[in-house]
């Protein structure tokens, strides 16, 4: 009797909560959007009715497997839109029939939320067999999961992207954007899969948050100002990377980067910014904050490549022209896959200025590991290694 007054007062509190803060549901079946079909269409009608609503909705897209094809829905609208996805989204295996270059693209709006437990597959296997950008410089990638632009003050959480034929996310033009409790899984081996690509956004924030890939876990490219990365773990992939910059002329600053309380495991990478040499970009890089990280196994753990030249694509006859300053490097430990922990391989036209390390306790094979250094003389306090050669280059 006295337990089920109990479950009685329980359940009859979730209705009033229910009540007081559920936004109107849209479900993708009143659209025709079925388990086991190609929920495209179903998806861009439920948008645009919840953006034209001038109070908040909600897209359900439950459990189940559905089939997509390139959807591209856009603001302005008029309230707050949540997407939950708690279903299993799959692209078509062949670039060409997913319709457009990323399967879901949404742009500007204000106020948007991505929640669920849901996947968003792309099915990546078959074009990463295709891919040639090793040999061809002209290679086209087509396909990724998902692309956010031009969006304010939004949250994407809980949901996975997996198998992303190209990148998994691209965020272009944000403002306070924060991905929290996001799961990135692809294969160590899948060409050109980085995990979140960020470009000219401020106030991005990418939290608790796992990524698995054959590239980049997080690209910062030009025009990334307050970025905050934060208890992401990195691996398998190519760990956290700024850049590349400097292959453009109209490229923008980077500014106030911090990579904090993370772990990249197994990565070829920890934390690196790499610019070309012999490019025409001339903007800078400043108030980049590496700290509290712990590499397990990184071939190398924290480097400045500003010679950055894959493939042998470019010609290294004059220095990158990009100027990196006020780098804090701090509380680094685990082990690195190679001796050479820190390399500092900064431009000899624009030397780096205000590289700061302190408490970097890496080890290779149980001895402390070295770092090389060129065009820059790092403050260096606590323990951590001096610089005690110049950089050498490595590919
Ligand atoms: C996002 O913020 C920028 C900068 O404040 C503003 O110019 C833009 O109109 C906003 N976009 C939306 C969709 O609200
Ligand atoms: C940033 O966006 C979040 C939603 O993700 C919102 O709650 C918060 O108020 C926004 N911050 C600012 C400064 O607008």
């Not at 996805?85 to 991505?114: C, F, H, M, S």
């Not at 632009?149 to 034929?165: A, E, H, L, Q």
């Not at 965020?171 to 409790?181: A, H, K």
Request: charged residues 20%; glycine residues 10%.
């Amino acid at each position: 009797m006295k337990f089920s007054m109990i479950i009685l007062f329980f359940s009859f509190s979730s209705v009033i909560n229910f009540v007081l803060v559920q936004s109107a549901t849209l479900e993708i079946s009143k659209f025709g959007g079925k388990p086991n079909t190609n929920i495209a269409k179903a998806l861009t009608s439920a948008w645009a009715e919840a953006c034209a609503s001038t109070s908040a909705v909600k897209i359900v897209i439950p459990s189940g497997t559905y089939q997509m094809t390139h959807v591209d829905v856009k603001g302005p609208c008029k309230a707050p839109i949540e997407i939950q996805l708690d279903g299993t989204i799959k692209a078509p295996p062949k670039p060409e029939d997913v319709g457009g270059d990323q399967l879901l693209r949404i742009g500007y709006v204000n106020a948007l939320t991505i929640s669920g437990k849901g996947v968003i597959d792309g099915q990546g296997s078959y074009a990463w067999k295709q891919n040639d950008c090793s040999k061809n410089t002209k290679c086209k990638l087509l396909g990724m999961n998902l692309g956010f632009n031009f969006i304010n003050n939004s949250i994407i959480r809980g949901i996975t992207t997996k198998d992303s034929k190209h990148f998994h996310v691209n965020v272009l033009g944000c403002n306070n954007f924060t991905f929290d409790g996001f799961k990135v899984s692809t294969p160590g081996d899948s060409a050109n899969t980085d995990g979140i690509h960020i470009g000219r956004s401020t106030g991005v924030n990418i939290l608790n948050t796992d990524i698995a890939t054959g590239d980049d876990c997080v690209s910062l490219g030009d025009g990334s100002r307050q970025v905050l990365v934060q208890n992401v773990k990195c691996g398998p992939g190519h760990g956290i990377s700024i850049g590349s910059l400097g292959k453009y002329k109209e490229e923008e600053s980077v500014d106030g980067i911090t990579i904090k309380g993370c772990t990249l495991k197994g990565t070829t990478n920890g934390v690196r910014i790499k610019t070309w040499p012999n490019e025409p970009g001339t903007i800078t890089v400043t108030n980049m904050r590496f700290e509290d990280i712990t590499m397990d196994n990184v071939m190398n753990p924290i480097i400045i490549d500003q010679e950055y030249c894959p493939w042998n694509q470019c010609s290294k006859q004059n220095p990158s022209k990009i100027k990196i300053s006020k780098v804090i490097i701090k509380d680094i430990k685990g082990t690195s896959g190679t001796k050479e922990g820190i390399i500092l391989a900064c431009s000899s036209g624009v030397p780096c200025e205000g590289v700061e390390i302190s408490n970097v306790d890496l080890t290779f094979k149980g001895a402390p590991v070295i770092a090389t250094c060129s065009n820059v003389k790092p403050k260096i306090t606590g323990k951590a290694p001096a610089c005690s050669a110049p950089s050498t280059k490595k590919e």
